[in-house]
């Protein structure tokens, strides 16, 4: 058996690499292909290792030291994996003025980490955003990709319960 | 016994009834019988569903658990084909879909003039047809059938469009320029970046009527001479992004984008490009660098795109609603769309309300319209009745306006001279419990992290403002600190490259204009008068008013709170982190804030 502890780069991993692969070919010939590829990669693989930056400037026959630094200009763009479930605070001003500052403290003490980490087990990251542009139902708060408006610190502590509660169940 | 894939709830209440309930069932046999599933559907009688009042006539159908509200005659054809036929919810009648439209796009109030949210929630944006029997793509063949590209730009040049994309550059006089530059190709692209918090007008035109867009892009084209287009999208926005490549595939199919369009010989193609978190990329030639798959870092203009843009090559680039504006123009005519608006800003702009009034979401008015007008009449004022304090317009690069300039006119130039800009169309409203010096420092913290970095003055003098401004909200300003900002912001308006560090400052400068007694407030007497700055507050429970419901202690982030239940609770100082959460949620305001 393999060490869980370093889990295997999704270049080298025998499910993914195909994936990888079919996102590269497919826009190989792409005038200004190298955004593409590397937002179909965050989206489907979930992070962009070093190895696989290599892979790609090796791929499109471009420097390396330019795809690092595509990577790291963009917020959209990680280097490490997330965890299984994200839950991000939009930061941007509607929800600012709408009180989101509350709903970022009571995750920090839920779950006893800060925006930008992952939980130890690797179930939830924290992440912090400007904008998702539902601003009418300032504040949100994105759990795995779904819009939470209107919220408030009594009602988000049910949300992240769900959440813990669901993968519990699971 | 029969097998039935679904099966309908006709609502039969009286006021149903009365409304029509009987035809409408009756339609549905009818039309089911027509598509020849009548044997697969089952049509049941139900007392009562939803509202009759609002909602009849009404149907339910399961197992989807759909609910069709206000039915028409006219609506059970389209029903019954997207329903039945193509599996698919019918967004115009599905109480749903409207439930989630209202909140962002509500009925128009009175004063306000819908041109670009006009079709928003009331056609499906996935099915072309819809488009097209508003009288959509009837620009286009006039465009390609009647007019020279030279009329076009003409019409647009008379129209007196401005770019709504921020700085109001005449659209027309664009496409001039783009129309005599020499080299090809020649690219068209869409600004869909839409970064400014609390804005997200462009999101809901791409999502909800995406073919306007697309219209007033091949009639760019073809007015430039251009063959092939970009939408550059924001990543934040993956509905638009799909609805946007089903239009664009709808329009190819239809002959309406592509090869030889409408059979006029002219070809143009368009796709879509997403971004990936970078505020900046709103500024023209950063999202052509980005475009080019580089970092999305400005370029000093001139050369303007116009002339060297994407790929080096002449690019004309606008905003979604720019381009949403020209099939409208072009159909319905000058006379019709000079009539809106004021002395140099003709038409209607787009807003997103937000922030402490009541009815947020999307509005539309033509310009010209007062700020009272447009947070009073139509924003229903605002939220709790609590006070007015300031409106901001303009986003991040935007400045903060007082009570005083309540009675401007919303137009490019007034709102400049004010010291804010018009911007992409976000209006946030901030009421009483708004501290400006802390408003000041957001904004700052914004600029600061998407600065991009390349030029000092905004690198390094938005981190001095930003610290500067933290320091005061945290308690230890000094009387230097006032001119220190006043110069810093003069330094990185005149030295920056891009609109971003240009436009850092206005945050910081409107504060500082119309609210210098909260920052002499915080400076001399360490005080947040709006209590909003956690190191000059806080926060204690009153022994007369607590009901020792355990509320308080149950929400608090920290567990700074303890007591017994039915005793007063009592918050420890030392561990409070004053995030308010206490104060707001009790519910005999037995937490007080000093
Ligand atoms: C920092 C910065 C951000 C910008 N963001 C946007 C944006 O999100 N959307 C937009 O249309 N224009 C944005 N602009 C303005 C564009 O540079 C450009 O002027 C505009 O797309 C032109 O279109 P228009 O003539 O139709 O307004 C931004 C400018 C700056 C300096
Ligand atoms: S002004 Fe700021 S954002 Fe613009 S180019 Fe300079 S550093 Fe970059
Ligand atoms: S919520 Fe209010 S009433 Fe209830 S214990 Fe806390 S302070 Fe007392
Ligand atoms: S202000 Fe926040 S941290 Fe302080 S006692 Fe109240 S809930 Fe707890
Ligand atoms: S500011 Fe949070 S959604 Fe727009």
């Not at chain 1, 929800?95 to 800060?114: F, N, P, R, S």
Request: contains cysteine; negative net charge; charged residues 25%.
């Amino acid at each position: 058996m393999t060490s869980t502890t370093q889990p295997i780069d999704p270049l080298y991993n025998p499910k993914l690499r195909p994936i990888i692969d079919k996102i590269i070919e497919d826009n190989i010939d792409l005038d200004g292909g190298l955004m593409v590829v590397l937002n179909n990669l965050q989206s489907k693989i979930g992070f962009l290792s070093a190895p696989m930056q290599e892979y790609v400037a090796e791929c499109l026959s471009i420097p390396v030291s330019k795809v690092h630094g595509v990577v790291s200009f963009y917020s959209f763009f990680t280097t490490v994996p997330r965890g299984k479930h994200v839950i991000k605070f939009c930061i941007g001003t509607a929800c600012y003025v709408g009180g989101i500052t509350q709903m970022v403290d009571k995750a920090k003490q839920m779950l006893g980490i800060e925006p930008g980490q992952t939980t130890s087990d690797g179930m939830i990251t924290l992440e912090v955003c400007r904008c998702v542009g539902a601003c009418s139902q300032a504040p949100v708060v994105v759990v795995d990709e779904v819009n939470n408006g209107r919220m408030k610190p009594a009602k988000f502590t049910k949300v992240i319960e769900k959440v813990l509660n669901d993968e519990a169940a699971a | 016994m029969a097998y039935y894939r679904s099966t309908i709830l006709v609502s039969m209440d009286p006021i149903c009834i009365e409304k029509g309930a009987l035809q409408i069932k009756e339609q549905i046999i009818e039309e089911l019988k027509l598509q020849k599933i009548l044997d697969e559907v089952q049509i049941l009688d139900s007392p009562r569903i939803g509202d009759p009042e609002t909602e009849g006539p009404d149907i339910l159908v399961y197992p989807e658990g759909s609910h069709y509200i206000a039915l028409t005659p006219e609506s059970v054809h389209p029903l019954v084909v997207e329903h039945f036929i193509k599996g698919r919810e019918l967004a115009q009648y599905s109480a749903k879909m409207r439930d989630l439209m209202d909140e962002e796009v509500r009925e128009p109030k009175d004063k306000e003039v819908r041109v670009i949210l006009e079709n928003i929630g009331k056609i499906d944006p996935r099915n072309i047809e819809d488009y097209i029997a508003t009288d959509g793509y009837s620009a286009l063949a006039k465009v390609l059938t009647e007019m020279t590209p030279e009329d076009v730009i003409q019409m647009v040049l008379d129209s007196k469009l401005r770019g709504r994309g921020g700085a109001g550059f005449p659209t027309g006089l664009k496409w001039k320029f783009a129309r005599q530059a020499q080299a090809t190709p020649k690219f068209m692209v869409c600004n869909a970046d839409e970064g400014d918090p609390g804005a997200f007008m462009n999101r809901k035109v791409l999502e909800g009527d995406p073919h306007s867009v697309i219209e007033g892009m091949v009639i760019g084209a073809y007015a430039v001479g251009s063959s092939q287009g970009y939408v550059y999208c924001r990543a934040e926005y993956p509905i638009a992004v799909s609805t946007l490549n089903v239009a664009i595939k709808q329009a190819k199919e239809y002959g309406l984008l592509g090869e030889n369009i409408m059979g006029s010989g002219f070809s143009f193609d368009l796709e879509v490009r997403m971004g990936a978190g970078a505020f900046v990329c709103g500024e023209e030639t950063a999202l052509i660098a980005s475009i080019e798959g580089s970092r999305g870092e400005p370029r000093v203009r001139p050369p303007f795109p116009a002339s060297k843009g994407l790929w080096g090559k002449p690019t004309n680039i606008n905003n979604v609603e720019t381009y949403a504006n020209i099939p409208k123009i072009i159909y319905r005519g000058l006379e019709w769309y000079t009539s809106m608006g004021s002395e140099k800003s003709k038409g209607t702009k787009t807003f997103a309300l937000a922030g402490n009034v009541a009815h947020t979401g999307l509005i539309e008015v033509p310009f010209g319209m007062t700020l009272r007008e447009i947070i009073y009449d139509i924003g229903g004022g605002i939220k709790d009745g609590k006070a007015f304090k300031a409106v901001q317009t303009g986003g991040p690069m935007g400045g903060c306006l007082p009570t005083c300039d309540l009675d401007l006119p919303v137009d490019y130039e007034t709102l400049g001279a004010a010291g804010s800009i018009m911007g992409s169309g976000g209006m946030i409203v901030m009421d009483e419990d708004t501290c400006m010096v802390d408003i000041a420092r957001f904004f700052m913290e914004f600029t600061q992290e998407e600065s991009c970095g390349k030029c000092v003055p905004c690198r390094v003098g938005t981190r001095r403002i930003l610290e500067i401004l933290e320091r005061i909200c945290a308690g230890g300003g000094i009387p230097e600190d006032i001119p220190m900002l006043r110069s810093l912001c003069e330094e990185i308006k005149q030295d920056s490259l891009c609109g971003l560090g240009q436009g850092a400052p206005n945050p910081v400068v409107s504060t500082l204009n119309h609210f210098l007694d909260e920052y002499e407030a915080h400076i001399y007497e360490k005080r947040c008068p709006a209590k909003v700055c956690r190191n000059l507050i806080s926060y204690h429970i009153s022994e007369e008013k607590c009901t020792g419901c355990t509320i308080c202690a149950r929400n608090c982030p920290v567990s700074a709170i303890t007591g017994e239940r039915k005793l007063t609770h009592v918050i420890n100082q030392d561990i409070c982190i004053r995030c308010g959460i206490c104060h707001q949620v009790c519910n005999f305001d037995a937490v007080e804030v000093n």
